[in-house]
């Protein structure tokens, strides 16, 4: 019975779902503060508990120091429970097919370093468009959400089945152009979006950033069952995992000084 419970767990429990439960309990927790800390101010909630921060912004300079720790955990953070449950979808549907071919190491470093791919062409972005606005800011001066990580998933995908030089037949069965025509109907929603003035801002040039990092991924790591790989190739793809790790734990340990500091 004890044995069982184990393959349960070593089954059930993979880095997709880390990092769904992560997504999840940060919604929570952002919820907690908005209603009871915030009076239903969910702005002040997120950019205390890490949500980017855009040029064009009004925030304390405090807050602009904590910046690159806020490209990482701005992609646990969520606007609404809609903006959550089509990221989560999102992420545990990519996120398992990549946890399969390439292992949970991989897709760990995946989601942080294309977090920040996202995060820098989206600060970029909104530098470039606030400059030509004669300093006006354009859009939304906060930035949060997966999707940026999850336009990386799907940019790995494009990277392995376009650009890989394979000298074996590739495992993944996924199509390229399904994968180009989700990416382009999602960019053109985006800007169609925010063109109308809906009041609903997509932030492009984090699923633009996410994507490229992806691609650039997709061609410089192998997945799990790729032979012939070089030991100098195992130690750069282990290196990689580790500073996303340690990146991580250190953008979280700083969002927790800065909100216990600012909550004393």
């Not at 990092?19 to 009076?39: A, G, K, Q």
């Not at 996202?118 to 600060?123: N, R």
């Not at 932030?203 to 790591?221: K, P, Q, S």
Request: hydrophobic share 55%; with cysteine; aromatic share 16%.
């Amino acid at each position: 019975m004890n044995l069982n419970f184990w393959h349960w767990l070593k089954i059930k429990f993979n880095v997709t779902t880390l990092l769904l439960c992560l997504n999840v309990v940060m919604f929570l927790i952002t919820f907690f503060f908005t209603f009871f800390m915030f009076e239903g101010n969910d702005s002040m909630s997120l950019t205390l508990l890490g949500a980017q921060i855009l040029p064009g912004s009004q925030a304390p300079f405090s807050e602009f120091i904590l910046q690159p720790s806020r490209l990482i955990t701005s992609a646990f953070l969520h606007s609404g429970i809609i903006h959550l449950l089509f990221n989560m979808w999102a992420l545990r549907s990519l996120g398992t097919y990549i946890e399969k071919f390439y292992g949970g190491k991989k897709l760990f470093l995946i989601y942080i370093l294309t977090a920040i791919t996202a995060g820098i062409l989206s600060f970029l972005t909104s530098f470039i468009g606030l400059f030509q606005n004669n300093g006006m800011a354009e859009g939304v001066v906060a930035s949060v959400g997966a999707s940026g990580a999850i336009f990386g998933l799907v940019g790995v995908l494009l990277g392995n089945k376009l650009f890989k030089n394979k000298t074996y037949e590739s495992e993944l069965t996924v199509d390229a152009r399904s994968l180009m025509i989700f990416v382009g109907i999602n960019i053109f929603f985006g800007f169609s979006v925010n063109l109308i003035g809906s009041g609903i801002y997509v932030n492009n040039g984090a699923h633009i950033g996410g994507l490229i990092g992806g691609v650039i991924l997709g061609i410089m790591l192998n997945t799990v069952n790729s032979f012939d790989v070089s030991k100098f190739k195992k130690a750069f793809e282990n290196c990689l995992f580790y500073l996303s790790l340690i990146l991580f734990l250190l953008a979280f340990i700083a969002d927790i000084i800065f909100v216990i500091t600012n909550l004393i």
